[in-house]
């Protein structure tokens, strides 16, 4: 573990860009509500959103829910509230939840033709957390809960979502029906298009475990489920599909190099993909400890490094108004080759004042699996449950399947059900429930190892 020791001149010059870049990101957000006024002033009279060529969507998805073992809401984190057993979960708590289905976003995308078989095309999106109205920001809420104790700490995560403008998709590229699609810039990776489109939840935050850790999403490290500067192929031809997606690294926010490969296929129902990836300099971001926090900059993080290798193999079968999921990832964390020294800025622009490249003794292997049916009753209503795994190996430099340390091998699982029924074209209503469990190194440090969350919520997309 590198530690950074803090100066007070240090520190006020880390918080001062913070400040601009907070006003930076208000002003920005303020002339987008503007701009989405403007939009509904040229809306066409078949309620279409797309004008010369550019489609303004949307979500906004919010309810309540109840955790049996949660942590209070957070103003930060998109989640909202701790849908799954975590660490800091330790108490009865009913209140307000964003995005149980799906998440909050305002986005803009474009096709413009240039020839007949060629379309300059771009997409840019801006999460949100619906009950609080800010950008969706995991860091900060990891940042708000630096130096508390378990007991005393707000929900929180990673992501990818990082407080930035656009925290989905920023891309701008080229498509053809023949050629297939070229993008860049901070691109949804193949393994995230994916994971929506084979878990059977299709990666709700409330329902499924897959949807909300980011984990499987991003090979091993929530924010690498999107990747800053990076090139994206895709290719469809009748049944078949292919990509590829590379991330040169040697950036701020994601210094490592990053590729993943995709091929699939569809036929008579059945759609089945597989994936294979890699990523240096891996890096998850936590809260700092007590004794971390009375030496590092105020709103500085933690984190582990590492490089990290994934394969997947998913699929669904539709028959009928039955539709199937079924899916396997195989992750393997080592150190990393090139370590990272605690004192850099990496996603989001925060600042990284503890670092440590030495969490895997040996090769920590998580195994994750995940299944579930989704049954349509009528064209409006349909019932969906499903059941995830996780299975860690012991890959400290003792062996042990206990809760002692985080090393020891593990299990998570959840398993979950929701109902959906769609009032209009474009607004459902939803309730369902989750009850996730942690056993052996996955439960090391957790006040508690089980949470039920029941949530029943109401969904806008346009």
Known sequence: MVTYARSAGFARTIRTPASRLILARRRIAAGLALLVCAWAGVAHADDSLTWNGITLYG???????????????SQDWFVGVQYLIAKNSNKSITSVAPNGLSQSKLGLRGNEALTDDLSFVFDVEMGFDPQSGRLADALASLAHNNGKALADQTSAGDSSRAGQ????????????PTWGTLTVGRNNTLLLDNILK??????????????????VAGMGATQ????????????????????????????DSSPGKAWQGDIGFDYA?????????????????????????????????????????????????????????LGYEHIRYENPSNPLAAGFTGLGGYFFSFSNNAAFPR???????????????????????????????????????????????????????????????????YGGAMYSKAAGGQASGYLHHSNLSPMVGMRFRF
């Open 165 to 176: 403008i656009f925290n989905g998709p920023a891309v701008a590229g080229l498509s053809s």
């Open 198 to 215: 084979y878990d059977p939840m299709g990666g709700s935050y409330a329902f499924s475990v897959i949807g909300l850790s980011g984990v």
């Open 59 to 73: 979500a906004f998805d919010i309810g309540v829910a109840y955790q049996s073992h949660g942590a209070p809401l």
């Open 269 to 325: 129902g059945l759609s089945v993909d597989g994936i294979y990836g890699h990523k240096d300099d891996a890096i998850s971001a936590a809260s700092l400890s007590p004794a971390q926090a009375t030496t590092a900059p105020q709103d500085s993080l933690a984190a582990t490094i590492s490089d990290n290798t994934s394969y997947t193999l998913a699929g669904s079968y539709l028959i009928g108004a039955i539709k199937a999921f």
């Open 224 to 251: 690498d489920a999107r990747l800053d500067g990076s090139l994206k192929y895709f290719y469809k031809q009748d049944g078949f599909r292919a990509g590829v997606l590379y991330q040169p690294g040697k950036t």
């Open 363 to 429: 090769p920590k292997v998580l195994q994750a699996s995940w299944g579930g049916l989704k049954y349509r009753i009528t064209n409006d209503f349909d019932i969906t449950g499903a059941f995830y795994h996780y299975d860690q190996n012991s890959y400290g430099v003792k062996s042990c399947s206990d809760t002692s340390v985080p090393t020891c091998s593990g299990t998570y699982d959840a398993y979950s059900a929701v109902a959906d029924y769609r009032l209009s074209k474009r607004f459902d209503v």
